[in-house]
């Protein structure tokens, strides 16, 4: 490739919003229009419209997909059982939302195929302690979800789904987001289902577990005034990015298959050296183009040689971050370790053209 090519980008928020620039500047003056800022028409119509896309009995929006975990997590964790199983390879976004909510982390190893939890990797750490499992559809690939609700329900254990990379997974016994007691979104901009700012959501077919979270996420409130629960917080879906959503929605399945032929011309070209993990069927929405190779710095100088962007979700793992690695002197977990250097991300987005996913198939096959 010759060095004045210009680079593919790992990802380019740009293009989206200028081919969706009619339809956005419509939704955002809509809401201009209305007068309605926060908790308005948009907003109550993108949660029952994201509802009856999920198949789940209520949606209710928040400021972002952490405060989604946080305030989840708040709403099904029995105070007695603290401790919240999850992955440590996830990006420590949970780690981050259960420390917030007074909870205490607990990590579990990942199979070393899917990179996700299974019910045969959380098992062993499984105690009367654990209060809630979070399992992640990480890279944007739908978990076997129903082992694991067998196995927490066994033991009055709650189950939370983060989909936050993986709206519109779709699995034989349902859409990712209502397989579990709970699930949370976010609609950070690169997500597949993004925002043009902060926002995010938490999904639920239990009408308690829906009633604590609209509580929570508004001061506590039972109605205006009157503080009913403990421990509330402000965060709020404003109508703005709620209005946004509700054009995106409508274009995700279609972003989701694009995603998908993306990685899949990956694997098809990849060199031996690279081991694309694949993304195939509507299980998985391709959130990212993640592949492993353990000659990664090798990977990362050929792909910056010939222009190509790139990046590694996650580099540390939950239980090496320095600012609580001290509590985790005694964790081991030796799949999400090794997984942690030899991950590494390829450019994978909707509005990637043609040509661009050649040439990073080209610098693959080559490598
Ligand atoms: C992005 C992300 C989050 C956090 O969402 P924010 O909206 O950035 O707070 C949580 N979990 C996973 C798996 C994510 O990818």
């Avoid at 928020?13 to 081919?19: C, M, V």
């Avoid at 997590?73 to 007695?80: F, G």
């Avoid at 409508?250 to 972003?255: E, F, I, V």
């Avoid at 299980?283 to 050929?302: C, F, I, K, M, N």
Wanted: with cysteine; glycine share 8%; proline share 5%.
């Amino acid at each position: 490739m010759s060095a004045t090519a210009p680079r593919v980008p790992i990802n380019d928020l740009g293009r989206a919003l200028t081919e969706e620039s009619a339809e956005i500047t419509a939704a955002l003056s809509r809401v201009l229009a209305s007068g309605w800022l926060v908790h308005g028409p948009e907003h109550t119509a993108f949660e029952s419209e994201l509802a009856a896309y999920l198949g789940a009995g209520r949606v209710l929006g928040v400021a972002s997909g952490t405060d989604a975990l946080e305030i989840a997590l708040r709403a099904v964790t029995d105070p007695a059982r603290p401790v919240v199983v999850t992955a440590a390879n996830c990006g420590g976004y949970t780690t981050t939302a259960a420390r917030r909510a007074g909870l205490t982390p607990r990590y579990a190893d990942v199979d070393p195929e899917t990179h996700l939890l299974t019910a045969a990797t959380v098992e062993p750490v499984l105690d009367e302690r654990v209060g809630t499992v979070v399992v992640t559809h990480l890279y944007g690939r739908a978990a076997d979800v129903a082992p694991l609700r067998e196995l927490c329900a066994a033991r009055g254990i709650r189950l939370l789904e983060d989909c936050a990379q993986s709206a519109g997974a779709r699995t034989g016994e349902g859409m990712a987001g209502a397989l579990a007691d709970v699930a949370t979104f976010s609609f950070y901009p690169t997500k597949n289902l993004g925002a043009i700012g902060d926002g995010g959501a938490i999904a639920t077919s239990d009408p308690a577990v829906a009633e604590r979270v609209a509580r929570l996420r508004q001061y506590g409130w039972s109605g205006k005034y009157q503080i009913a629960e403990d421990g509330g917080r402000n965060s709020r879906l404003d109508e703005l990015q709620a209005a946004v959503l509700r054009t995106r929605l409508a274009r995700l399945d279609a972003g989701n298959a694009r995603r998908r032929a993306i990685v899949a011309h990956y694997a098809e070209r990849a060199s031996e050296r690279v081991h694309v993990l694949p993304a195939d069927g509507d299980g998985h929405v391709g959130h990212l183009a993640v592949l492993t190779t353990p000659d990664r710095d090798a990977l990362r100088e050929h792909l910056a040689a010939d222009g190509i962007g790139h990046d590694v979700h996650y580099p540390v793992p939950d239980h090496h971050q320095p600012a609580f690695a001290a509590e985790y002197a005694g964790t081991v977990l030796p799949v999400t370790e090794r997984l942690a250097a030899e991950v590494l991300s390829v450019p994978c987005f909707p509005e990637l053209t043609d040509d661009e996913v050649a040439r990073v198939g080209d610098a693959l096959a080559r490598f």
